[in-house]
């Protein structure tokens, strides 16, 4: 597969078809109706993206010298799945109503539970339901893997570092509900939040997957690379989730204006905008940042303050800092010249994305 425009279209048809078939399989349209709504909320979960995660999965095994088969396709489209549970879990966390431009999965079945007049608490059943959608995503995500085909030498050599990035991403869930909860944080501690919730399963953990996958052991360079590069992107690709949930087009994000604020995520971004803003200034952050109702005029507010302190600026800077660290251990890395560049390609689509 090449590395141009052409070789990525290919790569997420194949990891959407891989998706689309273990989903068919799963629940099959044709089923019980009950399971209907089920199936549609994991069809527009697992639905468009630009599929990152399977990317650098994929292209770290061709780093390490793999070659297209259908069992890589398979592994990598797992991730999907994993991330697709880990989004229906954390909307119903943040009480989010929307979901790239959709109701969350929450709301959609709390709009079930209303418009069929059923007994009980709607919102009780929406989130309910949704919590055991990402279960079941969970455990597909497992079985999804260990089913892919791929020789067994390899998932077991793999096998380690699957398991140690789903936990990552629960503690990292947990940590997050805790910054949240504590209400005060540091660039610091929400730099460790986003790092086990969403950098480190985002690239650095699907590239170490599928450098162990191809050379069914992890050599010491590819540690090297996957904290040198895939840490690094991981920490820029976080920052700009943070920038795009304040300042994001919602148009292209698919939330509304500022939800970060409304749900008062303690992100890099605000750790920042504290650490630099005036008394005055660092007060009506913590008295806005939270508020369920936060209006147009309030995350205006919110925004001016956080591009007067500087803190918008910084966390730009901070992005082509990591970018350029991380392109830097990709080049000497002894990965193969194809996957150098689509490494070096999906790090700045990852850095630089409008949603």
């Given at each position: 597969m090449t590395t141009d425009a052409a070789g990525m279209e290919t790569l997420r048809a194949q990891v959407e078809r891989a998706l689309a078939e273990f989903v068919e399989r799963k629940l099959p349209s044709a089923d019980d109706p009950e399971f209907a709504p089920l199936r549609t909320a994991a069809d527009e979960l697992l639905s468009g993206g630009k599929r990152l995660r399977p990317a650098f999965c994929y292209w770290g095994w061709r780093g390490a010298g793999g070659t297209d088969v259908p069992g890589v396709f398979t592994a990598a489209a797992s991730l999907e799945l994993l991330q697709a549970s880990a989004l229906v879990h954390d909307d119903v966390m943040d009480k989010s109503d929307l979901r790239r431009g959709m109701p969350s999965a929450h709301r959609r079945f709390q709009a079930m539970h209303e418009k069929s007049g059923w007994y009980g608490s709607a919102e009780q059943f929406g989130e309910g339901a949704a919590i055991l959608l990402g279960n079941l995503l969970l455990i597909w995500s497992g079985e999804?893997?260990?089913?892919?085909?791929?020789?067994?030498?390899?998932?077991?050599?793999?096998?380690?570092?699957?398991?140690?990035?789903?936990s990552e991403l629960m503690c990292g869930q947990y940590l997050d509900l805790l910054e949240q909860a504590n209400g005060e944080?540091?660039?610091?501690?929400?730099?460790?939040?986003?790092?086990?919730?969403?950098?480190?399963?985002?690239?650095?953990?699907?590239?170490?997957?599928?450098?162990?996958?191809?050379?069914?052991?992890?050599?010491?360079?590819?540690?090297?690379?996957?904290?040198?590069?895939?840490?690094?992107?991981?920490?820029?690709?976080?920052?700009?989730?943070?920038?795009?949930?304040?300042?994001?087009?919602?148009?292209?994000?698919?939330?509304?204006?500022?939800?970060?604020l409304r749900e008062g995520k303690r992100t890099m971004l605000v750790a920042r905008t504290l650490?630099?803003?005036?008394?005055?200034?660092?007060?009506?952050?913590?008295?806005?940042?939270?508020?369920?109702e936060l209006d147009?005029?309030?995350?205006?507010?919110?925004?001016?303050?956080?591009?007067?302190?500087?803190?918008?600026?910084?966390?730009?800077?901070?992005?082509?800092?990591?970018?350029?660290?991380?392109?830097?251990?990709?080049?000497?890395?002894?990965?193969?010249?194809?996957?150098?560049?689509?490494l070096t390609d999906l790090a700045i689509a990852a850095t630089s994305r409008k949603t």
């Amino acid at each position: 597969m090449t590395t141009d425009a052409a070789g990525m279209e290919t790569l997420r048809a194949q990891v959407e078809r891989a998706l689309a078939e273990f989903v068919e399989r799963k629940l099959p349209s044709a089923d019980d109706p009950e399971f209907a709504p089920l199936r549609t909320a994991a069809d527009e979960l697992l639905s468009g993206g630009k599929r990152l995660r399977p990317a650098f999965c994929y292209w770290g095994w061709r780093g390490a010298g793999g070659t297209d088969v259908p069992g890589v396709f398979t592994a990598a489209a797992s991730l999907e799945l994993l991330q697709a549970s880990a989004l229906v879990h954390d909307d119903v966390m943040d009480k989010s109503d929307l979901r790239r431009g959709m109701p969350s999965a929450h709301r959609r079945f709390q709009a079930m539970h209303e418009k069929s007049g059923w007994y009980g608490s709607a919102e009780q059943f929406g989130e309910g339901a949704a919590i055991l959608l990402g279960n079941l995503l969970l455990i597909w995500s497992g079985e999804m893997w260990r089913t892919s085909d791929l020789p067994r030498e390899s998932l077991e050599a793999a096998q380690p570092v699957h398991d140690h990035m789903r936990s990552e991403l629960m503690c990292g869930q947990y940590l997050d509900l805790l910054e949240q909860a504590n209400g005060e944080n540091t660039f610091e501690s929400a730099l460790r939040v986003a790092l086990f919730k969403s950098g480190k399963y985002s690239v650095e953990q699907p590239l170490r997957l599928g450098l162990a996958l191809a050379a069914r052991e992890l050599l010491p360079w590819m540690d090297d690379l996957c904290t040198g590069y895939g840490q690094r992107v991981g920490i820029a690709f976080q920052l700009r989730d943070d920038v795009l949930g304040v300042f994001g087009d919602p148009a292209q994000t698919g939330k509304p204006a500022g939800d970060d604020l409304r749900e008062g995520k303690r992100t890099m971004l605000v750790a920042r905008t504290l650490a630099a803003a005036s008394p005055a200034d660092a007060e009506t952050v913590r008295r806005l940042l939270g508020d369920p109702e936060l209006d147009e005029d309030g995350v205006a507010t919110l925004r001016e303050i956080i591009d007067g302190t500087g803190a918008l600026q910084e966390c730009e800077d901070l992005i082509g800092d990591y970018l350029e660290l991380a392109l830097a251990a990709l080049e000497t890395a002894p990965v193969t010249p194809e996957s150098r560049a689509a490494l070096t390609d999906l790090a700045i689509a990852a850095t630089s994305r409008k949603t």
